[in-house]
């Protein structure tokens, strides 16, 4: 099945700067790339997603990149601001693979005023 | 936004007894799903399901694990019996197609004692 890495674990920032997460998949048949945001003890909340026919995609201070070739995608935050910490997730799925969405590990994401 | 709702919220159980997890999907949802979560990792897929039928289960997905949607009430997923390593949190998700994007709830902390 579809495995997910993602990194760095943890990522710290200072306000205003920007925010850099990284995922790779393995399965070529993924097509859906969703990242979700995770506050303690919140259910995750999809923020930005990207499907296999688009290659970039912003959503004001969001900004996710997929490469189809290296099979790697990833976030980047621009101009952090404090409420932007939060854990998050990105995730793969394959339309013909029953929308099972796979998770990456989780980036938990300081942002330093 | 339409909202998946979770109930309850919170569940502590002896170990060997049964628990029923309920989910209330978004209204026009046709595909739902399971999650779990250990504490500070990524959600893992347990189940989906459409028309009536689990259409794919991961490993995770023990025997005694049960998912069933009775006329268009409640979702449930029921864990009979329980043990000890099933404590974790349950999100249960909806999507209205099996390529869009999900509404999480805001899970069940599951204790098992």
């Known amino acids: 099945g579809e495995q997910v890495e993602q990194l760095p674990s943890i990522l710290r920032v200072q306000e205003g700067s920007s925010a850099s997460i990284n995922c790779s998949y393995e399965d070529s048949a993924s097509n859906y790339f969703p990242w979700y945001k995770q506050e303690p003890g919140e259910n995750p909340k999809l923020i930005i997603d990207?499907?296999?026919?688009?290659e970039r995609k912003q959503i004001q201070e969001l900004i996710v990149l997929l490469d189809k070739k290296a099979k790697r995608f990833s976030l980047h935050i621009t101009d952090t601001q404090p409420g932007d910490s939060a854990m998050y997730f990105c995730a793969a799925s394959s339309t013909g693979g029953n929308n099972k969405l796979t998770f990456g590990q989780g980036t938990v994401l300081s942002v330093i005023p | 936004g339409p909202k998946v709702l979770q109930i309850p919220s919170h569940q502590i159980i002896d170990m060997g007894q049964m628990v029923t997890l309920n989910c209330d999907p978004v209204?026009?949802?046709?595909?739902f799903y399971w999650y779990k979560q250990i504490l500070g990792q990524q959600m893992e897929f347990l189940v989906n399901f459409y028309n009536g039928k689990v259409m794919e289960k991961s490993k995770l997905f023990k025997d005694q694990f049960s998912v069933e949607r009775p006329d268009g009430s409640y979702f449930t997923l029921k864990i009979q019996p329980t043990a000890l390593e099933d404590s974790a949190v349950y999100f249960c998700a909806s999507s209205w197609g099996g390529d869009s994007d999900y509404t999480f709830g805001s899970g069940t902390r599951l204790l098992v004692i």
């Open positions: 990207i499907r296999s026919n688009m």
């Open positions: 209204s026009n949802h046709l595909y």
